[in-house]
T-cell receptor, first 115, second 115 residues
Framework: DQQVKQNSPSLSVQEGRISILNCDYT??????FLWYKKYPAEGPTFLIS?????DKNEDGRFTVFLNKSAKHLSLHIVPSQPGDSAVYFC??????????????FGQGTILTVHP | DAGITQSPRYKITETGRQVTLMCHQT?????MFWYRQDLGHGLRLIYY???????DKGEVPDGYVVSRSKTENFPLTLESATRSQTSVYFC??????????????FGPGTRLTVT
């Protein structure tokens, strides 16, 4: 039972254009959502997060949107740069009960930004 | 070195052997985690620890053992390695503060091959 899904294994974008990465979740108890970025041979690094009380969070070129009714979040990168080429994981957490502190990750989306 | 380190970075072992993967962090983070990354599955939680001497199972704990006698160390042991445990293993840590708990810091990973 995949509670967090990234249905696009890969995405290819031209430099300067917008990259949109999508993520769907099924567990309505999730109340915190994050995006991580991973380069080859390195561990994932935290990129941006959003709590369920918000619908948008922005940090420089990166914006995360949350649509709770659709159980969907997306990451927008504008403008995309070749250095953004990496694997992007979305993750979700629930601050309540026995799930406190645990994250559930999606399968990842490989983003390639072409010069 | 400051941060979170894993050793070894690469390991080849035979089926049935016991293997221990090490994880060390210098931030005194309360929470520590072990994940495995496999194609098509993203990152899956094996075990996590909220503090020294407190550990709990994640999504895929079978075949693994953890301990945490000191805050900074969180070793993962494969008691009798199987080919299905061939994977890349990531250790992570996080602060106990609710606002920071989900911002996990990952080590560089250990690539384990079981022959």
């Amino acid at each position: 039972d995949q509670q967090v899904k990234q249905n696009s294994p890969s995405l290819s974008v031209q430099e300067g254009r917008i990259s949109i990465l999508n993520c769907d979740y099924t567990n309505s108890m999730f109340d915190y959502f994050l995006w991580y970025k991973k380069y080859p041979a390195e561990g994932p690094t935290f990129l941006i997060s959003i709590s369920s009380i918000k619908d948008k969070n922005e940090d420089g070129r990166f914006t995360v949107f949350l649509n709770k009714s659709a159980k969907h979040l997306s990451l927008h990168i504008v403008p995309s740069q070749p250095g953004d080429s990496a694997v992007y994981f979305c993750a979700a957490g629930n601050a309540g009960g026995t799930s406190y502190g645990k994250l559930t990750f999606g399968q990842g989306t490989i983003l390639t930004v072409h010069p | 070195d400051a941060g979170i380190t894993q050793s070894p970075r690469y390991k080849i072992t035979e089926t049935g052997r016991q293997v221990t993967l090490m994880c060390h962090q210098t931030w005194s983070h309360s929470y520590m985690f072990w994940y495995r990354q496999d194609l098509g599955h993203g990152l899956r939680l094996i075990y996590y620890s909220a503090a020294a001497d407190i550990t709990d199972k994640g999504e895929v704990p079978d075949g693994y053992v953890v301990s945490r006698s000191k805050t900074e160390n969180f070793p993962l042991t494969l008691e009798s390695a199987t080919r299905s445990q061939t994977s890349v293993y990531f250790c992570a840590s996080a602060e106990a503060l609710t606002s920071k708990l989900y911002e996990q810091y990952f080590g560089p990973g250990t690539r384990l091959t079981v022959t």
